[in-house]
Nanobody, 124 residues
């Protein structure tokens, strides 16, 4: 069983930064691709960023490209999402998700393990 625990969410003002972390309880964490999704009230869950098992390949949604950075530390079983220049439209619950395999996917249905989510609220 793989458990994911997110942290780092909070209430910030537009233009501020936050760093989300996802701790994964799995010795073979390096065998898993990881993604960050978010879901705003009344909207579908969407992929924000994703990273391959090695960290060599990443993906960013157009809405966050240039502002967010995903990274992973396989030695510490941790994935981070650095979010800069936050906007009110970034307000959502952010989820960390993992799938067994080297490559990430962009669909939530492709991920087997999910964290409980962390709230990010950006005020204008």
């Amino acid at each position: 069983q793989v458990q994911l625990v997110e942290s780092g969410g909070g209430l910030v003002q537009a233009g501020d930064s936050l760093r989300l972390s996802c701790a994964v309880s799995r010795r073979t964490f390096s065998n898993y691709a990881v993604a960050w999704f978010r879901q705003a009230p009344g909207k579908e869950r969407e992929v924000v960023a994703a990273i391959s098992w090695s960290g060599g390949t990443t993906y960013y949604a157009d809405s966050v490209k240039g502002r967010f950075t995903i990274s992973r530390d396989n030695a510490k079983n941790t994935v981070h999402l650095q979010m800069n220049s936050l906007k009110p439209e970034d307000t959502a619950v952010y989820y960390c998700a993992a799938r067994l395999g080297s490559s990430y996917r962009l669909s939530a249905e492709e991920y087997d393990y999910w964290g409980q989510g962390t709230q990010v609220t950006v005020s204008s």
